[in-house]
C-alpha cells in the first residue's frame, strides 16, 4: 500500500509539476497599423526572440487585423481583450508623460541610440512604479527623428503654415508651438487626408514614408537636425496574463524583452527609415535640410514644449530638469 501511494504521488508530480516548466503558452498580441507597415515583419521578429528565449513553448500571436483604433490599444490590454499590445502613448495623453521625455524637439539622433537610452533612462529613475499601475511595461523604443512630408513645396516656417498639416499624439504640441494650421488625425488617416486635399502634408519618420504609401503623394520632404521631435512607443502587456504564465515562459519574455526588446525595435525602426528615404530619392523626390538661420527661428518657440514637459514632469513628483538633463547624457553618450 505503501508503494502505491507513493506511486500515485510521483505520477500526480508527473501530471502537474513537471509540465508547469516546460508548459507550451500563447500570448495573444492586439495590431493596428495595417499590413503594409514595417512592424509586421518587427513584431514577428520580436516574437521569434521570445519563442526562441523560451525553447519554443511561448509562442506571441499577433492579430490579422485590428481589433481596436490607435488610442485604444492601451485599454483593450488593460481589460483583458489582449494580451499584449504596440502602444502609442501620445493618443492617451497625460497618463504617460514622464515615458514621452523622448519625443522632445532635436532630442533623438535615431531609434538605435534612443530606444535603449528611453528604456535604461525609465527604468534606473524608477519611473515605471509611477506610470504602470495598471500594466506591465514589457519594452519601450522610439521612432527615427521626424520630417516634414508636403504635397507643395516649403521650407520656411510662414511657408508651412500657410498650409494645413496632419498631426498626431507627440507633435501636436510641437504643431502648437509653432503656430501651425492642423488637422489632428491618427496616422492611419494620413493617406485618405492627403489624397483627399484634407492636409497639405504631415509629419512623420521616414519610415512612415513607405509604411503608410504616403511616397505616392507627398514629393517634397523637409529635414530637422535631431528630428522636428520622435515618437515614444511601449509594448504593453496585461499583468494578469503575464503573471498567468509559468516561470520559465516569463523569464523568456523579460529576456527578449526590455533592453533587449528596445534595441531590437531600434535596429528595425532605423533600417525602415533608411529604406523610406532611399525610396524617396529613387522617385527624384526634393529632399531638403532646413536652413540653420530658420532653425534658429525655431527653436525658441519649441522651447514652449520643453517647458510643458518640465511642468507635468514636476508635477508628478519628480524633478523635471534633473531626469531631462540626465536623458540628454544617455543619449548624447550613446551617440559618440
Known amino acids: 500500500m505503501h508503494r502505491k501511494t507513493a506511486l500515485l504521488a510521483f505520477v500526480a508530480y508527473a501530471l502537474v509539476a513537471l509540465p508547469a516548466a516546460a508548459q507550451k503558452q500563447t500570448l495573444r498580441m492586439a495590431y493596428w497599423a495595417g499590413p503594409s507597415h514595417h512592424m509586421v515583419q518587427t513584431q514577428e521578429a520580436w516574437a521569434k526572440t521570445v519563442l526562441e528565449a523560451s525553447d519554443g513553448n511561448l509562442v506571441i500571436e499577433v492579430d490579422k487585423a485590428p481589433l481596436a483604433k490607435p488610442d485604444g490599444q492601451y485599454d483593450i490590454v488593460k481589460n483583458g481583450v489582449r494580451d ?5 502613448p501620445g493618443y492617451t495623453a497625460g497618463r504617460f508623460d514622464l515615458f514621452q521625455a523622448s519625443e522632445l524637439p532635436f532630442l533623438c539622433p535615431s531609434s538605435t541610440v534612443c530606444s535603449t537610452a528611453l528604456w535604461k533612462w525609465y527604468n534606473k529613475h524608477g519611473l515605471v512604479a509611477k506610470e504602470f499601475t495598471d500594466a506591465t511595461l514589457v519594452t519601450a523604443f522610439t521612432t527615427g527623428p521626424f520630417s516634414i512630408h508636403l504635397t507643395k513645396p516649403a ?3 510662414d511657408e508651412i503654415r500657410a498650409l494645413k498639416i496632419r498631426v498626431a499624439g507627440a507633435s501636436v504640441p510641437v504643431a502648437k508651438a509653432l503656430n501651425w494650421s492642423v488637422a489632428v ?8 487626408t492627403l489624397q483627399r486635399g ?4 504631415t509629419v512623420f519618420p521616414w519610415e512612415a514614408v513607405n509604411s503608410f504609401r504616403l511616397n ?7 529635414e530637422i537636425p535631431g528630428g522636428l521631435l520622435s515618437s515614444a512607443f511601449m509594448i504593453v502587456g496585461n499583468t494578469k496574463a503575464i503573471d498567468k504564465l509559468t516561470p520559465a515562459n516569463k523569464a523568456a519574455l523579460m529576456k527578449a524583452s526590455g533592453e533587449a526588446g528596445s534595441a531590437l525595435f531600434g535596429k528595425y525602426w532605423d533600417a525602415a527609415d533608411e529604406k523610406g528615404r532611399a525610396d524617396a530619392k529613387q522617385r ?19 522651447q514652449a514644449t520643453t517647458d510643458e514637459w518640465l511642468k507635468k514632469a ?3 513628483g519628480v524633478d523635471g530638469q534633473k531626469l531631462l538633463d540626465d536623458l540628454r547624457q544617455m543619449i548624447k553618450a550613446a551617440t559618440n
Do not use: C, M, Q, S
Open 155 to 157: 521650407r520656411t516656417l
Open 216 to 222: 505616392e503623394l507627398v514629393k517634397f520632404h523637409l
Open 185 to 192: 488625425l491618427p496616422a492611419t488617416d494620413a493617406y485618405e
Open 84 to 88: 499584449l499590445a504596440w502602444h502609442v
Open 198 to 201: 484634407v492636409v497639405d502634408g
Open 284 to 302: 527624384n523626390h526634393t529632399i531638403d535640410t532646413i536652413a540653420p538661420a530658420e532653425l534658429d527661428k525655431w527653436r525658441p518657440l519649441l
Open 314 to 316: 514636476n508635477a508628478k
